[in-house]
């Protein structure tokens, strides 16, 4: 079967910003879908961390992840990058295979 270079972004963030990153991504060239998801904890360099005890999950964080055409990447990054280096998070770009390039 017949696969396709992309670009995957994973962008670790806080809960309460996900609404403007997703707007964000939405309005931007070359991203045509996005995938959210509750991280439920994980250890950094402020120690460790988990969504136990939180009543509504409003601290917690969550992970989003698009993938682009190699040409949309530096776009979408430099944008993605000045919203999350503002905030508690991280961006980690790693080249994939596609089967259905059409979708991306």
Avoid at 13 to 35: C, F, H, K, W
Avoid at 70 to 85: C, I, P, Q, W, Y
Wanted: glycine share 10%.
């Amino acid at each position: 079967m017949q696969t396709h270079s992309k670009v995957r972004l994973d962008i670790l963030i806080e809960q309460l910003a996900v609404p403007r990153l997703a707007a964000m991504l939405d309005s931007l060239r070359g991203v045509n879908g996005y995938t959210i998801l509750p991280v439920q904890g994980g250890s950094g360099l402020n120690g460790i961390w988990t969504r136990d005890g939180q009543v509504a999950g409003a601290e917690g964080m969550m992970m989003l992840w698009c993938i682009l055409d190699r040409h949309h990447k530096d776009t979408v990054l430099e944008a993605v990058f000045g919203f999350v280096n503002e905030r508690a998070g991280l961006i980690t770009v790693s080249d994939v295979k596609v089967v259905r390039a059409d979708k991306f």
